[in-house]
């Protein structure tokens, strides 16, 4: 992009009570913006997407790795499930993010399984969350019993005799299904915070499986008037790397929406540069590339 800067990036550690968790940030200026990624992923499932948001914005953006995950640690004190549930995960990121001093307004961005992080997130801070984007996010109304229990039973028996060495934290997070289901079931996103849904138009092999995900966005989308559902035509499940541009789109015209008027002016301007300069670039790739 020609608009684009020279942002400041901080890798570190922060100690959130017993056990360190990983930031990677982007500074910048404005309401920052907390991605959240899917189960088992990374910072690194983000890269190559966060350089034209932070062009675009100049805002910060905040990348971490969940315990146990990538290069975060793991509370090894004790081995009981129930102290490494989502809630936990969330209650260490509030404390890490507070320890970096951002713990104010902010902007939620989620993926897949991040879709549960997020929304805990905004259910515990209504007043801080003034916008979401969610790419192909996981709601609760597509985890029906039936689902959990039949995914439950193989996961205990696929557990049985092969306790973890290891990988403890895809134990946790694998055996924790029921109970990250049942707490999101009284954690409702908030209805006050306007959030754009896209869902992917490719997402599971079985046509019921898939017309049940596309429902259940259907339902999340249209139960407020502040919600927008969008399919992403095309895409697969990661939709921020299979259509760049619609992915973009979505995050600026969200966050942009959350600010005063006045105040996204200048990001708009920039975007319009970024779409200017995508459209043309992606002309080029179609007549010389054959793409």
């Given at each position: ?21 990983y ?21 690194t ?24 995950f ?5 509370d ?12 936990q ?23 897949s399984?991040?879709?549960f992080?997020?929304t ?24 029906q019993?039936?689902y ?10 696929g557990?049985a ?5 290891n ?11 029921e109970?990250?289901?049942?707490l999101?079931?009284?954690s ?12 992917s ?20 989308g249209?139960?407020?008037?502040n ?11 990661f939709?921020f790397?299979?259509n760049q ?6 995050i ?6 959350a ?14 540069i ?17 793409k």
């Amino acid at each position: 992009m020609t608009t684009s800067v020279s942002c400041q990036t901080l890798d570190t550690l922060i100690d959130v009570g017993g056990y360190r968790l990983y930031f990677h940030i982007i500074k910048g200026n404005g309401m920052p913006i907390l991605f959240e990624g899917g189960a088992g992923a990374d910072v690194t499932v983000w890269d190559n997407f966060l350089k034209p948001i932070a062009d675009i914005t100049h805002t910060t953006l905040i990348t971490y790795d969940r315990a146990g995950f990538g290069k975060s640690e793991l509370d090894t004190s004790n081995h009981d499930l129930d102290k490494h549930g989502i809630l936990q995960g969330i209650q260490g990121l509030e404390t890490g993010l507070k320890k970096l001093g951002y713990n104010g307004n902010l902007m939620l961005i989620a993926h897949s399984y991040g879709g549960f992080c997020a929304t805990l997130y905004a259910a515990s801070h209504p007043d801080k969350v003034k916008a979401a984007v969610y790419f192909d996010a996981n709601h609760v109304c597509w985890f029906q019993d039936t689902y959990v229990d039949s995914v439950m039973k193989l996961r205990k028996d696929g557990w049985a005799n092969n306790k973890p060495t290891n990988n403890w934290a895809d134990y946790y997070a694998g055996l924790n299904l029921e109970n990250t289901v049942k707490l999101m079931r009284r954690s409702p996103f908030p209805a006050t915070i306007p959030v754009i849904d896209l869902v992917s138009e490719k997402n599971f092999p079985d046509s019921i499986s898939a017309a049940r995900w596309a429902d259940c966005h259907r339902q999340f989308g249209t139960a407020q008037p502040n919600r927008q559902a969008i399919t992403a035509y095309g895409c697969g499940h990661f939709i921020f790397r299979d259509n760049q541009p619609l992915a973009i789109s979505a995050i600026v015209k969200a966050y942009t929406g959350a600010l005063s008027k006045g105040q996204g002016d200048a990001i708009l301007d920039r975007f319009l540069i970024y779409s200017l300069e995508g459209i043309n670039e992606e002309r080029r790739r179609l007549i010389h590339d054959g793409k």
